[in-house]
């Protein structure tokens, strides 16, 4: 039972350097979401998608981009990293159907900017 | 604009001991209020829910208590061990919103001393 997977674990990037954060799910769950995790913040959220080719910002969006070709993958793209990106990321899926509220959480990529 | 405000941002418990964390939130539009579980290197898990047709809701040692008029929802943890050490989050969304998005509060690290 896979359900939520991120790669990788862990990173340390370079400024100025660009990686993208892989997410795939296997619940076939319509609804994907990106969130960042900063120290005593909470998550906020940073990108989220309703379906294969749809994309929508969430409250942080600066800095990331993100993609969503197939109902399992939604990668995050960070161009031109900066230290304020330092975070822990997390990836979640839900199914997306009304009254179906569960979402499933990834373990997690803790990101580094130095 | 933080719209789920979560308090106290640490607690310490003894084993046995009742743990109760609070959170208010200013979205009137907000039907659905989860709390979140999170295990040091790990993506949050969902412990339990409540909708805003009940007052209360109970699940083995964890309750949520929910005051609609007053916006404010709370976990209590009976008889708290020290395996429910862990951070939690309480979070809400508007369950017929598109994307049924998760507004976080920033967590309470919960520490149960044996």
């Known amino acids: 039972n896979a359900g939520v997977t991120q790669t990788p674990k862990f990173r340390i990037l370079k400024i100025g350097q660009s990686m993208t954060l892989q997410c795939t799910q296997d619940m076939n769950h319509n609804y994907m979401y990106w969130y960042r995790q900063d120290p005593g913040m909470g998550l906020k959220l940073i990108y989220y998608s309703v379906g294969a080719g749809i994309t929508d910002k969430g409250e942080v969006p600066n800095g990331y981009n993100v993609s969503r070709s197939t109902t399992e993958d939604f990668p995050l793209r960070l161009e031109l990293a900066a230290p304020s990106q330092t975070s822990v990321y997390f990836c979640?899926?839900?199914?997306?159907?009304?009254?179906?509220?569960?979402?499933?959480f990834g373990q997690g990529t803790r990101l580094t900017v130095v | 604009q933080q719209q789920v405000k979560q308090s106290p941002q640490s607690l310490i418990v003894q084993k046995g001991g009742i743990s109760i964390i609070n959170c208010a939130y200013e979205?009137?539009?907000?039907?659905?209020f989860p709390w979140y579980q999170q295990f040091p290197g790990k993506g949050p898990a969902l412990l339990i829910a409540i909708r805003p047709d009940v007052s209360e809701k109970k699940e083995g040692r964890f309750t949520i208590s929910f005051n609609k008029s007053a916006k404010q929802f709370s976990l209590h943890i009976m008889d708290s061990q020290p395996g429910d050490s862990a951070t939690y989050f309480c979070a809400a969304s508007p369950v017929a919103a598109a994307g049924n998005k998760l507004t976080f509060g920033g967590g309470t690290r919960v520490l149960v001393k044996p």
């Open positions: 979640a899926s839900r199914l997306g159907q009304v009254g179906n509220t569960e979402a499933f």
């Open positions: 979205n009137t539009a907000f039907d659905y």
